[in-house]
């Protein structure tokens, strides 16, 4: 899978594309990316989208979860963990609240909506910011990330990574 940014007017899954088409979104990418990129064939158009965080997961006995919650683009590589996470507190909170499923549920919303709705945000940017830019906007990237260390970004992605993410 290879992903740029084409300004698609509109949502499409799985159309057919020739190896042109989808050269046109690396023009840009160094020629030994392009080479790899030329391996692939049959390829296949999807639009990815997402959505701004949305805080009605919840309708009477009815609840969502993953996807159907908080959809996200993929350059967090977050979507399933966030779903999993979703299973597990959705799970606890069904067990806390075992006599009053309303409760539960809205429980287990207000509890996952700060970090899924944060995960759907960044990810976003990441898109956004760090792999699609070109020009200027790279040049800036650039410079912001070669000045962290690794332990920088360790430390940016201790809330991420540095627990179960069950709790705010």
């Known amino acids: 899978m290879v992903t740029c940014h084409n300004d698609a007017p509109e949502p499409v899954a799985g159309k057919p594309v020739t190896e042109d088409e989808v050269m046109q979104g690396f023009a840009h990418v160094h020629a030994r990316a392009q080479s ?8 296949k158009l999807w639009v990815l989208c997402d959505r701004d965080p949305n805080r009605r997961w919840v309708d009477g006995r009815v609840a969502l979860l993953g996807d159907a919650a908080h959809p996200m683009l993929q350059y967090f590589a977050q ?83 540095g627990g179960t993410g069950l709790r705010s």
């Open 36 to 43: 790899i990129i030329r391996h692939g064939k049959d390829w």
């Open 79 to 161: 979507g399933a963990c966030m779903a999993l996470e979703d299973a597990v507190c959705l799970s606890d909170m069904l067990d806390a609240y075992p006599d009053d499923h309303a409760s539960a549920l809205e429980q287990y919303r207000s509890q996952r909506f700060p970090r899924t709705a944060r995960v759907q945000l960044l990810s976003r940017a990441i898109g956004e910011h760090i792999y699609h830019p070109s020009g200027e906007h790279a040049r800036i990237r650039n410079a912001i990330m070669s000045a962290n260390s690794s332990e920088d970004y360790y430390d940016d992605l201790a809330w991420l990574y």
